[in-house]
């Protein structure tokens, strides 16, 4: 259980590149009442090999709270706010706007420096630099989102972190890592056997998930930055749905070696196996609360899947969902206030939200084939998969239902997202 392998015919040390088959994004409904803000172009920024401004502005787009304004027109674009004209940008219905310059340092790397600007009040609400080399750029055009972001809204970003996918092309698997735009797309798998259930560990460098590659079901952990992997749970019959922990020391993990699929508790080395639910049903899809004390689950020892809870030092589980016959998949949220889930409504499979105090339940999505739902890490949007012409591609959607956006990969089938924790990085 605890031999450390290498597998040079399916595994690349680290990631490799995928930038062939990046996620394309598709806006496909905005939030309401929408910040108005223009992003102007930094001064000095054709010196870097591609715009800082068009992250910055897609991002801002794609997070459905924010409504870019048309910043054309001005030359030269202002770099301090001395410069600006207000009247201009309140005419131009402008409530912010963000200016910068970019400057080359003498080793190579860049100095970015932006300012974010409360055009009404005609005074500065942010001001932030960074130093970057120019392989960073899209992560500092992200990281500068996040700060713009965060600050209009009272919410954390989450235009730096990360996700993780599974995509099928030509009997192919490869689970990939790409930016949460879905570009800077990178292999950490390939294999002719499927890839499923990706999970990130708390602290963001590696992942557990299940790969079939053995002819069978095995839990592995993989480090993104060396492409190490372990060997977490290879007993006889099924091993699946790794779940970690909020400390990261063990998963939470689906195994039929006892006969039936209960639930379990291991070590993240393979070690220290702790049988956690004891029941003649399918007990499958485990996921920790934030605070580690209680873990939810999908089961059918109600008679139809439903999702419950228990607490991790075991006793009796708490049915949480009575609305409808179906229901699996159990996601919480980073505050711990809202699951979601998948419910079958007649014969969809849609995403599902509940407030966890009130009990109230809202239907996200009007899609068919709804599977794996994934929160950001701050907790404002989950990532899915759906179908779309028969494929399977990525989508996401606000906890409220009115931020949607969809990413795909052309001519793949896409599926098993995983949305990453805030990293250092």
Same mark, same amino acid.
């Given at each position: 259980m605890k031999?450390?392998?290498?597998?040079?015919?399916?595994l690349l040390m680290g990631l490799a590149s995928a930038a062939h088959a990046q996620l394309s994004i598709e806006i496909t409904g905005g939030? !309401?009442?929408?910040? &108005? *803000?223009?992003?102007?172009?930094?001064?000095?920024?054709?010196?870097?090999?591609?715009?800082?401004?068009? *992250?910055?502005?897609?991002?801002?787009?794609?997070?459905?709270?924010?409504?870019?304004?048309?910043?054309?027109?001005?030359?030269?674009?202002?770099?301090? &706010?001395?410069?600006?004209?207000?009247?201009?940008?309140r005419n131009r219905s402008a409530d912010a706007m963000v200016i910068g310059t970019v400057q080359k340092l003498s080793d190579g790397r860049f100095d970015i420096r932006f300012r974010l600007l409360d055009v009404p009040r005609q005074t500065q609400l942010l001001g932030l630099g960074f130093t970057m080399s120019a392989a960073q750029l899209r992560l500092t055009g992200h990281k500068i989102a996040d700060a713009i972001y965060e600050k209009l809204t009272g919410e954390r970003g989450v235009f730096s972190t990360r996700i993780a996918y599974v995509v099928k092309?030509?009997?192919?698997?490869? /689970?990939?890592?790409?930016?949460?735009?879905?570009?800077? !797309?990178?292999?950490?798998?390939?294999?002719?056997?499927?890839?499923?259930?990706?999970?990130?560990s708390p602290d963001g460098t590696r992942l557990a998930y299940v790969s079939f590659e053995n002819k069978k079901a095995v839990v592995y952990q993989h480090s993104l930055a060396t492409g190490q992997r372990q060997v977490v749970a290879n007993f006889r019959g099924s091993n699946s749905a790794p779940s970690w922990s909020p400390d990261g020391r063990q998963l939470a993990v689906v195994l039929s070696r006892d006969g039936g699929s209960q639930l379990y508790l291991i070590n993240t080395d393979g070690s220290n196996v702790r049988r956690l639910t004891q029941n003649q049903s399918i007990d499958t899809e485990p996921f920790f609360s934030p605070n580690g004390q209680s873990i939810y689950f999908t089961s059918d020892r109600g008679g139809s899947p439903q999702i419950y809870r228990m607490a991790v030092s075991g006793g009796e589980a708490q049915r949480i969902t009575f609305e409808g016959s179906y229901n699996v998949s159990p996601r919480v949220s980073s505050d711990g206030?809202? /699951?979601?889930?998948?419910?079958?409504?007649?014969?969809?499979?849609?995403?599902?939200?509940?407030?966890?105090?009130?009990?109230? *339940?809202?239907?996200l999505t009007d899609t068919q084939r709804d599977e794996s739902p994934s929160f950001a890490p701050n907790g404002k949007l989950v990532l899915y998969a759906t179908e779309l012409g028969g494929r399977g591609v990525l989508a996401a959607v606000s906890s409220d239902g009115t931020v949607k956006h969809r990413l795909t990969v052309q001519a793949a089938d896409v599926r098993e997202p995983a949305w990453g924790p805030y990293t250092g990085n």
């Open positions: 031999k450390i392998i290498h597998v040079a015919a399916i939030g !309401a009442n929408q910040i &108005p *803000v223009a992003v102007l172009q930094f001064a000095g920024e054709n010196q870097l090999p591609s715009a800082i401004t068009d *992250v910055i502005e897609a991002d801002l787009q794609r997070s459905g709270r924010i409504r870019l304004q048309y910043s054309g027109g001005i030359s030269p674009a202002p770099s301090e &706010p001395s410069q600006v004209n207000f009247t201009e940008w092309q030509e009997g192919r698997f490869e /689970l990939r890592i790409a930016d949460a735009d879905g570009q800077s !797309a990178q292999t950490a798998l390939a294999s002719r056997e499927p890839i499923i259930s990706p999970s990130w206030r809202t /699951l979601a889930y998948i419910s079958r409504n007649g014969t969809r499979f849609q995403l599902a939200s509940m407030d966890l105090e009130s009990r109230q *339940v809202q239907m």
